[in-house]
């Protein structure tokens, strides 16, 4: 019976502090406001309508078109007239420095597929050119090693030293011509030819090195690259001779 009677106080004790609270908001016009906000929520969303914006499109087909500067054949410049880049482009957009590129790159695929250094490529039967490394089948009609893959035959596309028959006495026919200076039928005939390495150990030769890549760094020099075209327009014979003269010049 204390339980109930407990219980009983209780909630007459809660009832007194609502009456009492409600009381006190009613004096402070706290309800009002109370029932204001309440009845802005549960009013319904106005009727005002959205208007989207209409996008216009607008016929640019009569105007002139912008063109840049480079596109127009006129170099580009900032101020105080001076050119906003290093190089110069010419009017149909390829630059100086991508031609020059593309002209490398069209002289290597052209030097890779050339005849006088095969045109296909075989690891068993073609032999590598010291110069080019080009592993392939020699394009000389009458070459049994590559035309009948006989492994008993030599190849007469590729030049063999008669004092060293090393590696580094084989070069193809492109190879022997552009870097050398040399025909391969002088060399088939001249049963003691010697390659650039022992010409030079014999000094028979002054000055006369191979100018192969990897010769070139042992000697701590740069490999010249495609130089047939520079040293043709000097009037040298193969790129050896011009850097015969050259070394002769700056005595190394």
């Known amino acids: 019976m204390g339980t109930f009677k407990t219980k009983s106080d209780y909630e007459e004790l809660r009832n007194a502090r609502i009456v009492e609270n409600r009381a006190r908001l009613a004096t402070l016009g706290l309800q009002k406001a109370l029932s204001e906000l309440r009845s802005l929520n549960s009013s319904p969303k106005s009727d005002k309508t959205h ?3 209409q996008h216009c499109k607008v016929d640019r087909s009569a105007a002139p078109l912008r063109r840049s500067a480079r ?9 105080g007239g001076k050119l906003s880049f290093s190089y110069l482009e010419r009017e149909d957009g390829d630059t100086e420095m991508g031609l020059r590129r593309r002209s490398k790159k069209e002289a290597l695929r052209r030097r890779c597929e050339s005849k006088g250094r095969g045109s296909v490529y075989d690891p068993v039967y073609g032999i590598s050119c010291h110069f080019c490394r080009q ?12 035309g009948d893959r006989d492994m008993d035959q030599p190849c007469i596309g590729k030049t063999d030293c008669s004092v060293c028959h090393s590696s580094n006495g084989i070069l193809c026919r492109a190879c022997l011509m552009i870097r050398y200076g040399e025909e391969m039928e002088d060399v088939r005939l ?18 006369w090195i191979c100018n192969s890549s990897f010769c070139l760094k042992k000697r701590k020099m740069t490999p010249t690259g495609i130089a047939i075209y520079k040293a043709r327009e000097m009037g040298y014979k193969s790129v050896a001779h011009l850097l015969m003269d050259e070394l002769q ?4």
Do not use: A, F, Q, V
């Not at 596109?71 to 101020?79: D, K, N, V, W």
């Not at 010049?249 to 190394?252: E, K, P, V, Y």
């Open 51 to 53: 208007t989207r914006k």
């Open 71 to 79: 596109l127009i054949g006129r170099p580009p410049t900032s101020e």
């Open 135 to 146: 592993k392939k089948l020699c394009g000389e009609e009458d070459c049994k090693r590559c």
């Open 190 to 207: 001249n049963k003691e030819w010697m390659c650039p390495h022992c010409t030079e150990e014999k000094g028979t030769k002054p000055y």
């Open 249 to 252: 010049r700056t005595g190394l």
